[in-house]
């Protein structure tokens, strides 16, 4: 069964960091695409970031370019998002996602939650 | 950036009704279109693929089609289960982009 478990959420400062972190499980992390994506409280979705399967290729969306680094470890099968300079209006659930081959999402994690507030 | 835009905002059936939701984009991504659905307190779950192909394990009664900049999600015969918030998903570039969701109630 696939699996994708995040953690790292919780509540920071504006302008601090948090790190999250997304545990795969039940297929080979190595051969897909990963994603993250959030969604604000009573919000929609929202793409972050994009990442091939071997790391090589990023992608940002334009208001997290210079602040997040979305990256991977293969060898411990988990997917990562450093957030930097975090702001209010990145207050959010988090998920994690695995891509197709295409760029369709089909498989998402529970969700972690961040709080940007002082 | 392709801004998706989906209607209706949000939509009131009775069960064994059928629905259909649309999703239309600023620009042409060909099929490059998913249809999600989120239902309270859930992850979304990916529904169709490339406009047209029903996810793994998704109910026959979800059809989706479209090209280029119209696209439309069909439930036939509405179910309690189906409740929840749909979205339209573009990936055909950079950055990818969310319609803004349509809220299917149940009366």
């Known amino acids: 069964e696939v699996q994708l478990v995040e953690s790292g959420g919780g509540l920071v400062q504006p302008g601090r960091s948090l790190k999250l972190s997304c545990a795969a499980s039940?297929?080979?992390?190595?051969?897909?695409?990963m994603a993250w994506v959030r969604q604000a409280p009573t919000k929609g979705l929202e793409w972050v970031a994009t990442i091939s399967y071997d790391g090589s290729s990023t992608y940002y969306r334009d208001s997290v370019k210079g602040r997040f680094t979305i990256s991977r470890d293969n060898a411990k099968s988990t997917l990562y998002l450093q957030m930097d300079s975090l702001r209010s209006e990145d207050t959010a659930t988090y998920y994690c996602?695995?891509?197709?081959?295409?760029?369709?999402?089909?498989?998402w994690g529970q969700g972690a939650s961040v709080t940007v507030s002082s | 950036e392709t801004v998706m835009t989906q209607s209706p905002t949000s939509m009131s059936t009775s069960i064994g009704e059928r629905v259909t939701l649309n999703c239309k984009a600023s620009?042409?991504?060909?099929?490059?279109v998913d249809w999600y659905q989120q239902t309270p307190g859930q992850s979304p779950k990916l529904l169709i693929y490339?406009?047209?192909n029903r996810h793994t394990g998704v109910p026959d009664r979800f059809t989706g089609s479209g090209f280029g900049r119209d696209f439309t999600l069909t439930i036939s015969n509405v179910e309690a289960e189906d409740l929840a918030v749909y979205y339209c998903l573009q990936y055909g570039s950079i950055p990818l982009t969310f319609g803004s969701g349509t809220k299917l109630e149940i009366k």
């Open positions: 490339g406009a047209s």
């Open positions: 996602a695995r891509h197709r081959n295409s760029g369709s999402m089909d498989a």
């Open positions: 039940g297929f080979t992390f190595s051969n897909y695409g």
């Open positions: 620009q042409s991504v060909g099929i490059n």
